[in-house]
């Protein structure tokens, strides 16, 4: 399949000359306007990168980037027409993996996507369930070869099953392991979040609950899957 990139900038002129550069070099592209609409996109559509411009009309790419962060780790390239190294800085602090400035050669930007992809590339996928496997760089976790969409909690929480099939994991241990502030956090948290997982993988193997819930002490990952 030819890698998706969603190109998010609002002028049409820009927009298309990006998209024909794009596909000429072997990309399939979407284009959007605006940013409110992208993470309603993002929760539907497989995204490879994004080009994302910051002078957006509806809301600043510095922030739309931090809101994507939150869930998604597939990569960033800001585009701008400001230049000033304080702009590079914050972005690149914030989450993007490259920084192009206007005016550009839409080729060397088409370079540039491609470079970031390679450095995308997952190592070995580290995996102790067949069923399952993680790809660390990317923060994905893969179902039978389906690529589950997780929050960073139920990424982090199904870590904590896959590395132990069999062991027995309290909402305590969960939490301590899993949320930045545990203490704030409540047993019903935990107990959302493994039902929120039990729909994806449902999603995907209909006959098979991997997670198996021990009442009045915790959960733990199905063995031999």
Known sequence: ??????????????????????????????????????????????????????????????????????????????????????????????????????????RELSARVKAVLRRMQPEPLTSVCCSFQIDEIRQKISYYDHGLELSRYEYLLMKIFIRRPGQVFSREHIMDQVWDEPEASMDRTVDAHIKNIRIKL?????????????????????EGL
Do not use: N, Q
């Open 202 to 222: 449902k999603a995907v193997k209909p006959d098979i609950d991997p997670i198996i819930t021990h009442r009045g002490t915790g959960y733990s990952l199905k």
């Open 1 to 106: 399949m030819k890698p998706r990139i969603l190109i998010i900038e609002d002028e049409p002129a820009i927009s298309d000359t990006i998209s024909y550069a794009l596909e000429t070099d072997g990309f399939e592209t979407t284009c959007l306007t605006a940013g409110r609409s992208v993470m309603s996109l993002l929760s539907k559509e497989k995204i490879d990168l994004i080009i994302l411009d910051i002078g957006l009309p509806d809301i600043s790419g510095f922030e739309l980037c931090k809101e994507i962060r939150k869930i998604h780790a597939l990569p960033i390239i800001f585009l701008t027409a400001r230049s000033e190294e304080i702009d590079r800085v914050v972005g690149l602090e914030i989450g993007a993996d490259d920084y192009v400035s206007k005016p550009f050669s839409p």
